[in-house]
């Protein structure tokens, strides 16, 4: 039987959601182009410098969406679309600030590749409470699957 959170998602756009953040965002790398352009002498070094930032940041400025299904989580990222399957989840932590999607029990900052980092969205509370049902859920039916969860009033660990 289907689950109730069978095919559910949200979207996440960074830039929209936290429009000072995205301001000062902008003016620094406007200054640090402005910088490379004077150290280097051209302007092709500013513009390839902002270029090069805006690219490294494209997740802040472009929308990330996230899916699942009973078998899969999909995170389509603005340059490109990571998948982990929830067979394979080892690791989930729901934090206020963001989640982590994990196939490692190990926090590891030398595997970051390891796992999916999850944006909230407009609505937070409900991302993140679609995402606990579901780690839930799975931990239920016998994955293997430790849950973090970091909300005020929540326990750490469940």
């Known amino acids: 039987m289907a689950e109730a959170w069978a095919s559910a998602g949200w979207t996440a756009w960074p830039a929209a959601e936290r429009p000072l953040r995205t301001v000062i965002l902008l ?3 406007a200054a640090l182009s402005v910088l490379a352009g004077m150290i280097g002498g051209d302007v092709l070094w500013g513009a390839t410098g902002a ?16 899916r699942f299904d009973e078998d899969l989580f999909e995170a389509g990222f603005p340059l490109r679309r990571r998948s982990i399957d929830w067979k394979n989840v080892r690791r989930v932590v729901i934090d206020p600030q963001g989640g982590w999607l994990s196939g490692r029990r190990i926090e590891s900052r030398l595997r970051a590749g390891a796992g999916l980092d999850l944006y909230w969205g407009r609505e937070p509370d409900r991302a993140m409470d679609l995402v606990m049902t579901a780690a839930t859920a799975k931990r239920d039916a016998g994955v293997p699957i430790e849950i973090a969860d970091r909300r005020p009033g929540s326990k750490e660990r469940r």
């Open 27 to 29: 003016i620094f790398i």
């Open 51 to 66: 270029a090069l930032l805006l690219a490294t940041l494209n997740r802040w400025f472009l929308p990330t969406s996230y």
